[in-house]
């Protein structure tokens, strides 16, 4: 398949800006010149009070902003410094020496190009498109995002899933940190008188329940840090994890089962436990009767795609959107092994993702 030539361009554009979470100021900046060609209503919010980059997300209200949105991130998770594109029979690849940062400039090509082609025909109808900021990191900007009580749906453009796939159910995540304190002696001299968290930590980590606790639960401890020396009985050891489920209440039930294994096991050696704990993201699912599942569905087989749902262990700028009252699904974009040196994003798939944005941005909503 041969790939549009400005599609082409404003990827290979959007990709050659490196813009990690925090730093997506250039692209903000290329977004926001791309609108004002078109005499398109463009701003930056507040976003960047809460992620601590250096700009906010970009918002373009087209013919008053309507009532569903399209969505896709600035941010890569790894520095795309140095890309050289490689340009194959039927896909973009790097040279394999850096990202190609696909997720989730692939989602942002899609709908600039999308834009730029409904606003050169005139065919635009009323709608927002939102690009965040640091999704790969703490999801802020969607988190900060203030919609307009007339935005009721939206799309995010941000699944490795090929074009026709959606996510239209997600688990939550809960993210936790704890701290086991014990008391520091010397390990030779006297080392009945230290408490040692390392042991305590070590102890309770062996009845957390690491790995699929059942089908949509899983849990993990991912960060140990501890000690100063090995002549030191280690007083402190930090521990950092998080609980996926697709129920808050469960997920809160194993967090106060975790809280409590440990405690117990601190108090047997004379140890202390603190605790931290927080929803990352909350769990989404959208119904098959509900607007934005309706609307692709439709919006799909009219271009000749598959639609079909899927569930996602992963989060998303729809999961903040969803906890929001904003009913979003996360669309397929093509963006394969993502975050890896060996991503890639076919012709195809590219091309039909702008479609879909193209379709989302010019079909008149009921």
Known sequence: MVLDERLKQIF???????????????????????????????????AAELS??????VIIEILGGGNHLLLAHMDTPRSTANLKHQFHQDRITSDGTTPLGVDDRGGLSSILFALERAAKEGTLQPCT?????????????????KPSEAIKYGFVFDSYLTPGNFVSETCGAINFELTVRGVSSHAGISPEKGIN?????????AGFPFGRIDEVTTANIGIVKGGTGTNVVCDEVHM????????TSYGEEIMSKII??????????????????????LPYNIKEHEKPYRHFSEIAKKIGLKPAAKKS?????????NAKGIKTIN?????????????????EDLSMASEIAYQLLTTEID
């Not at 050659?16 to 930056?44: H, W």
């Not at 498109?129 to 995002?145: H, K, N, P, Q, R």
């Not at 890896?340 to 076919?346: A, K, P, T, Y």
Request: hydrophobic share 35%.
């Open 129 to 145: 498109i939102l690009f965040t900021v640091c999704e790969e990191t703490t999801l802020a900007g969607s988190i900060y995002y």
């Open 197 to 205: 968290a390392i042991k305590i930590a070590a102890e309770a980590m």
């Open 260 to 281: 409590g294994d440990f405690t117990r096991v601190c108090d047997k050696y004379g140890g202390k436990l603190e605790s931290r704990h927080f929803w990352d993201f």
């Open 331 to 347: 669309l397929g974009v093509g963006a394969q092994n993502p975050h890896g040196n060996d991503e890639f994003i076919l012709y």
């Open 52 to 57: 601590k980059g250096n700009s906010g997300n």
């Open 12 to 46: 290979t554009e959007l990709t050659s800006i490196d813009a990690t979470s925090g730093n997506e100021a250039p692209v903000a900046e290329y977004i926001k010149n791309f609108a004002k060609n078109f005499g398109l209503r463009v701003f930056t919010d507040g």
């Open 240 to 247: 950092t994890g998080e609980i996926r489920t697709d129920f």
């Open 313 to 321: 262990m992963g989060g998303s700028d729809a999961n903040s959107l």
